[in-house]
Nanobody, 125 residues
Framework: QVQLVESGGGLVQAGDSLRLSCTAS????????MGWFRQAPGKERESVAA????????TYADSVKGRFTISRDNAKNTLYLQMNSLRPEDTAVYYC??????????????????WGQGTQVTVSS
């Protein structure tokens, strides 16, 4: 199984930007579809974005489309999430995941999906 560590979270103001990183170890991520999920206090985990193993296909939640960009550098074994025009409703713990089911623009975790420990993003108004 691959181990994932997120970084880059923090406290920002509305309209600011953040770049999250997810560094993998243990296995190369080049064979894995990967994604970002988030969970706000008192809410269920929701999907944010996903990217195919080769990086040629991406999918976004409607709430972040046009503001967030997912990317990956397989040579560095790292996944990224560039978040622009942040809003207070983006406040959550953000988790990266490796080994998603990704097909025809839809994605979901599977029982063998690896998860990071999460990084807190707080956006003040």
């Amino acid at each position: 199984q691959v181990q994932l560590v997120e970084s880059g979270g923090g406290l920002v103001q509305a309209g600011d930007s953040l770049r999250l990183s997810c560094t993998a170890s243990g296995r190369t991520i080049s064979n894995y579809a990967m994604g970002w999920f988030r969970q706000a206090p008192g809410k269920e985990r929701e999907s944010v974005a996903a990217i195919s193993s080769g990086g040629t296909s991406t999918t976004y939640a409607d709430s972040v489309k046009g503001r967030f960009t997912i990317s990956r550098d397989n040579a560095k074994n790292t996944l990224y999430l560039q978040m622009n025009s942040l809003r207070p409703e983006d406040t959550a713990v953000y988790y990266c995941a490796a080994g998603l089911i990704y097909y025809s623009g839809t994605y979901s975790p599977r029982s063998t999906t690896s998860w990071g420990q999460g990084t807190q993003v707080t956006v003040s108004s």
